[in-house]
């Protein structure tokens, strides 16, 4: 199971038509169908059910949906906090200093930098 496949039935079970999804998802319907093949394969349920020219979710598809927004949620969940902590990573200096006489200068010119970049957290030790 890929999350490529979740988001793929996410999207067809919310249309109720494999054309309209494809397009939606931007993927062929031929793409489509194969990637929803092969989640029910892995399954080893069916996931839809024909309904004239329109496709409807069985009731282990019902099911499956829910599970299937729950494990899409938290992935984009976990995808934020990564962001989150490169971001904060990026925006961290953290200055390691050992006393000497150029300390006193290597601090002078840290003041003028973080005068220039304010949203940059930083860190001294020595």
Do not use: C, P, W
Not at 65 to 87: G, P
Not at 100 to 115: A, G, H, I, P, Y
């Amino acid at each position: 199971m890929e999350i490529k496949q979740l988001k793929y039935f996410i999207e067809t079970a919310r249309q109720e038509h494999m054309t309209e999804a494809a397009l939606s998802l931007n993927v062929a319907q031929s793409a489509l169908s194969r990637q929803i093949g092969l989640l029910e394969e892995d399954l080893g349920v069916k996931l839809f059910k024909r309904v004239g020219r329109n496709i409807k979710l069985t009731d282990e598809g019902k099911i499956f949906f829910e599970d299937a927004l729950t494990i899409i949620e938290s992935v984009e969940k976990s995808r934020e906090k990564l962001n989150e902590e490169v971001i904060q990573k990026r925006h961290t200096l953290n200055i390691h200093l050992t006393r000497s006489d150029m300390t006193s200068k290597v601090l002078q010119s840290l003041n003028q930098f973080l005068r220039q970049e304010a949203d940059i957290e930083f860190n001294i030790h020595t």
